[in-house]
């Protein structure tokens, strides 16, 4: 009982461990900052709409651009 | 909540349910083929009656009990992380620096392993039982989180889980009709469509809930569609040009 009651909580944790994290932890801490921004410029009107998108596409792009395979590899 | 984010909110549970439905089709039908169709229809069937309890039993107290902006944070948080995982995937395919999702080699992949996996087993059998239940709960779950976000933070839970039903049927009602995987579903196409307008819901969500004024309200999504959209598809282009050269290239 208490074996199996640990095989699904590490089955539990494993699915959100490799949801939120996996192989791509650059995009857990973008979600982070974009989160942490998003509560620090809320007051800033516009300025915050145009930021949020912005830094989300560019957390994008840098992650998509650490993925790509090196020429000739 | 406006007809336009409703819209977006229906074509994005839609194709993440169509494409992961896809997906769970091609080792559903793979068991069928090599170890017998009852028991690999009850193990999927098993799965999506499984899935449809999570929607309810996570969903529902999410929209009753969690105040309405620190569930959109959360939520809005989830569909990014989610989101932009399948936006790089979905760059990095295009670009050709990661290889296309190949029904195909996957459905061959499946029956050789489970023609490996030993003989058939008279009636019921709990190898294509258990293949086709995880096959479908595993890619069933990412739709259920789509759902149970999207539905939460728009409190339209019963038409997300709707529309992700109706794919699903279609689907499966596909496949049963041409009895093998649909290989010819443009699936990276559809993940990039889905993945553009759950970073759009993240986007807006996690400002929405924190408090950040949106202008136009609910017309900010559609906006955000198109910036993702012209991001993505920039991204691509930029990616390509730093493309590793492939043999046939090189001489």
Redesign the interface.
Known sequence: MTAALGKALRAFGH?WWD??I?D?PE??V???V??GL??A???A??A??IL??LL??A???A???R??????? | MHTSSTLILVLAVFGASAVEMVEALTIVVAAGVSRGWRSALEGAAAAVVVLGLLVGVVGVPLIRYIPIDALRVVVGALLLVLGLGWLRKAILRASGHKAPHDEDAIYADTVGSLQVDGPRASGRDGVAFAVAFKGVFLEGTEVVLIVVSLGASQHRLGLAALTAAVAAVLVAGVGVIVSRQLSEVPENTIKTAVGIMLTSFGVFWVGEGAGVHWPGSDLAIPVLVGVFTAVTLGSSALLRTRRPFTAAEAT
Do not use: E, N, Q
Request: aromatic content about 14%; hydrophobic content about 60%; glycine content about 14%.
């Open positions: 699915f949801f939120l996996g791509t995009l857990a973008a979600t982070l974009i989160v998003a509560y410029l809320h007051r009107g516009v915050a709409a949020l998108p989300t596409a957390f994008l792009l992650s998509a651009w993925g790509r395979r090196a020429p000739g590899g």
